[in-house]
Structure formats: C-alpha cells, structure tokens
C-alpha cells in the first residue's frame, strides 16, 4: 500500500464513452501527477498539479481532461478515446520540498479503448 | 525526444549474482536520480536515488553509480535474490523527471 489509490483498476470503453479515472493520495502531499504507460515506453508524463493548480500539460489530447478539485484527489476524464489510448495510466503524488522528487505511484488503471 | 533510455529491456541473472541495470540520459542539467522498482499489478516504488554531486550511493544489497561525464547511471544489487524478480525503471531530471522504458530483471533460483 503506497498511499496512493487509484479507480478502476481496469476499464474497457468504447471510442464513444466518456469516463473518469479517479486518483486518492492520503499522504499529504501537494503535487499530482497523471502518466500513461504503453508496452515498452518510458512512462509518459501528462499532467502536473502543484497545490490544485496545473503546472503542467505536455501537449496532451484534448480527449484527456484533467481535474484536480483538491490536493487530494485526481481525476481524469476521458471521452472519444481512441484505441492508440489504451494503456496503464498511473497517478503520482510527491511533496514540494520534501524529499526532492521522489514520487509515489498508484496501482494504475489498464485501460482498453476497442 | 526519448532523455532517458534503458536500452536492455530485460537480464536475467542467477540468485547470488550481481545484477546490474544501467540507463543513459541526454541532459546534462538533470541533477537528481533515481531507480524505481515495478512488480505486476502494482505501481512502481522508489528504490535508491543520487544527487548529481556524488558518484556513488548504497543502501544495503543496493547501489547507484552516478558517471556524469558518461551521462551514465546503473543499478547494483548484489546478492541478487529471486524477489528482486521486478521491471526496474530510472528516472532523472530537476523539477521534473523522466522515466526510461524499464529493464525487466529476472532472477533464477
């Protein structure tokens, strides 16, 4: 158990869904991060929120909607996916200032886009 | 632009030996390391880190050589043991890190 939960943990939708992956960090800290995982790539980072705001976006589809409501929670929606997008999505939560970046990661959610 | 690259997607060593991971990156400004650790099913955990002002960092069975000049990192655990069976990933950067594609270590009894 890291500290990190992530829901689902699996997901089949089709290109015409729209759902939401869930992130929970119960450790405190005030960054969060989405990143895709596709079979034998690096991790590919998405999003970075620091204290709710995002900082950054690396040139993500706008199908990829990020929400970040509070330090704690992290949600990304997804709508007219393609099947390109299936992947592992793993969430991150560190602390600015603390242990310099040191990140600790969800179970992640397999997605299928068919 | 792929910074930081693992380029054996998998070894397999036999339990007692040294296992050694390595991983090259292309910045020069990274200054921070790290190796994390991945079993299926699970996200990866942190395993050992180097700040760019050392060379050398152990924990235990664990042990990170930092070559700047190489752009070089690489990952010793000694003695290898069947649970260390995992994909291991290195990261590097500043504020924010990237990952390699990981090496899958297996590790025979």
């Known amino acids: 158990e890291t500290g990190v939960t992530q829901t689902p943990r699996h997901l089949v939708m089709g290109m015409t869904n729209k759902k939401s992956l869930k992130c929970e960090q119960h450790?405190?800290?005030?960054?969060m991060y989405w990143y895709k995982q596709s079979a034998k790539k690096p991790l590919e980072l998405m999003f970075v929120y620091n204290f709710k705001e995002q900082t950054e976006n690396n040139s993500v589809p706008s199908r990829f909607s990020p929400e970040c409501p509070n330090s704690s929670h992290l949600f990304l929606h997804l709508h007219t996916l393609q099947p390109e997008d299936s992947a592992l999505y793993l969430c991150a939560s560190s602390q600015e200032g603390g242990q310099k970046n040191i990140q600790y990661f969800g179970a992640g959610t397999r997605l299928s886009v068919l | 632009d792929q910074q930081v690259k693992q380029n054996s997607p998998s070894l397999s060593v036999q339990e007692g030996r040294i296992s050694i991971l390595n991983c090259d990156y292309t910045n020069s400004m990274f200054d921070y390391f790290l190796w994390y650790k991945k079993y299926p099913a699970e996200g990866p955990t942190f395993l050992i880190s180097?700040?760019?002002?050392?060379d050398k960092n152990e924990d235990g069975r664990f042990t990170v050589f930092l070559n700047k000049s190489a752009k070089h990192l690489s990952l010793h655990i000694v003695p290898s043991q069947p649970g260390d069976s995992a994909v291991y990933f290195c990261a590097a950067g500043g504020n924010d890190m990237r990952f390699g594609a990981g090496t899958r270590l297996t590790v025979k009894p």
């Open positions: 180097i700040s760019s002002i050392k």
């Open positions: 450790l405190g800290h005030n960054a």
